[in-house]
């Protein structure tokens, strides 16, 4: 059993980051283009294909930029907050949505994931703890201090990313 975390990308140019089990492949923001997203998996050895779910944390560019062709490609949910989606056009051929909320688990394969809110200058910014196989790691993008309410939600975590 493992749980395997991998940054592919973090910053103004593009967020994105894979976990996965051996049973669940998951993508947290698709803020790189198709083309980049798949090149950066490729180069970490991943497969390119055979995710189960896509999880938005807000509607900034540099989180959603590869969200479109991804998602007709995979053909997987989007798990996003309601009003992050409202703020988003979409394309049709997207229809596949989740819609969860801040503080409220809901469980993709065997991951457990968990929306916590942030405070961000976007519509109904979250970060996620994604807990499997007794492993907690937390993912917490565009922060610019660490509010008491994120070290709650982190705490107990094996893993970390900021």
Same mark, same amino acid.
Request: glycine share 8%; aromatic share 6%; charged share 20%.
């Given at each position: ?14 967020? @994105?980051? !894979?976990? #996965? ?7 947290? +923001? *698709?803020? $790189?283009?198709?083309? %980049?997203?798949? @090149?950066? !998996?490729? #180069? ?7 995710? +189960? *779910?896509? $999880?938005?944390?807000? %509607? ?103």
């Amino acid at each position: 059993m493992s749980l395997r975390v991998c940054v592919l990308g973090s910053g103004s140019k593009g967020n @994105a980051t !894979l976990v #996965a089990t051996e049973k669940t492949r998951l993508l947290l +923001d *698709a803020g $790189l283009n198709r083309r %980049e997203t798949l @090149a950066r !998996l490729a #180069a970490v050895g991943e497969r390119l294909d055979g995710f +189960d *779910a896509i $999880l938005v944390s807000h %509607e900034h560019v540099d989180h959603v930029n590869g969200l479109r062709l991804l998602g007709i490609e995979w053909k997987v949910p989007i798990h996003i907050s309601s009003l992050t989606h409202q703020a988003i056009s979409w394309d049709p051929r997207l229809c596949t949505f989740e819609f969860f909320t801040a503080g409220q688990k809901f469980v993709v394969g065997d991951i457990e994931v968990t929306p916590f809110s942030i405070p961000h200058d976007a519509v109904d910014p979250v970060a996620f703890t994604l807990e499997s196989q007794g492993i907690k790691i937390g993912v917490v993008t565009d922060l610019g201090y660490v509010h008491e309410v994120v070290k709650q939600r982190v705490k107990g975590c094996q893993c970390l990313i900021f």
